[in-house]
């Protein structure tokens, strides 16, 4: 049973354009929400994490707006830039564990055209 | 500082063969966490190590085994290969704790024949 559900699967947005990926999740036990990005041949690398006590986390040109209520949480990408096509995913994870376990979404492969 | 080192980096495998995985974490991480990344998918978990236990597991079966080493390194292996297990193996570490964030290597890429 998937448990985040990530939208689109893929994107193209023109350099310097908005980038957006929804993603909505159904445990109510999920307690962290990081966004990963894999370039081809790498394994996923942290972009930023939120927690549900805020709506809303930026940092650089990345921002996660959270609705705990709709229980969706999104990623923009302000400005994007060429070197920002990669694969995005969205991930979710409950507390306990002797460290976090993730639970992915299916993935958006961004490209920005330059 | 060396990040999460998996090795190898491909690997071909036959249908019912044995195949053994390996990752060394982040210096100072204590605590490994595997992952199985099917092509155009997210990453899914299989289980994590800590203290050379296994201490969560997601819905694998039992095919699928680690072990964890004193200087903390890990193995996965996996027996009775089917053509499914191709994928992309990843290996996350981290320090314990919830509030530690996991770093991927750049995994192993199996493709089972």
């Known amino acids: 049973q998937q448990q985040v559900k990530q939208s689109p699967q893929s994107l193209i947005v023109q350099k310097g354009g908005i980038s957006i990926i929804n993603c909505a999740y159904e445990?109510?036990?999920?307690?962290?929400f990081p966004w990963y990005q894999q370039f081809p041949g790498k394994g996923p690398a942290l972009l930023i994490a939120i927690r549900p006590d805020v709506s809303e986390k930026k940092e650089g040109r990345f921002t996660i707006s959270f609705n705990k209520s709709a229980k969706q949480f999104s990623l923009h990408i302000m400005d994007s830039q060429p070197g920002d096509s990669a694969t995005y995913f969205c991930a979710a994870s409950t507390p306990g564990g002797s460290a976090r376990q993730l639970t992915f979404g299916s993935g958006t492969q961004l490209t920005v055209l330059p | 500082d060396a990040g999460v080192t998996q090795s190898p980096t491909h690997l071909i495998k036959t249908r019912g063969q044995q195949v053994t995985l390996r990752c060394s974490p982040k210096?100072?991480?204590?605590?490994v966490s595997w992952y199985q990344q099917a092509l155009g998918q997210g990453p899914q978990f299989i289980f994590q190590?800590?203290?050379?236990?296994?201490?969560q597991r997601g819905n694998f079966p039992d095919r699928f085994s680690g072990h964890q080493f004193p200087n903390y390194s890990s193995e996965l292996n996996v027996n009775a290969l089917l053509l499914g297990d191709s994928a992309l193996y990843l290996c996350?570490?981290?320090?314990?704790?919830?509030?530690?964030?996991?770093?991927f290597g750049s995994g192993t890429q199996l493709s089972v024949l």
């Open positions: 996350a570490s981290s320090w314990t704790g919830p509030n530690e964030k996991l770093f």
């Open positions: 445990n109510t036990a999920f307690d962290y």
């Open positions: 190590y800590y203290e050379e236990e296994e201490r």
């Open positions: 210096s100072g991480h204590d605590t």
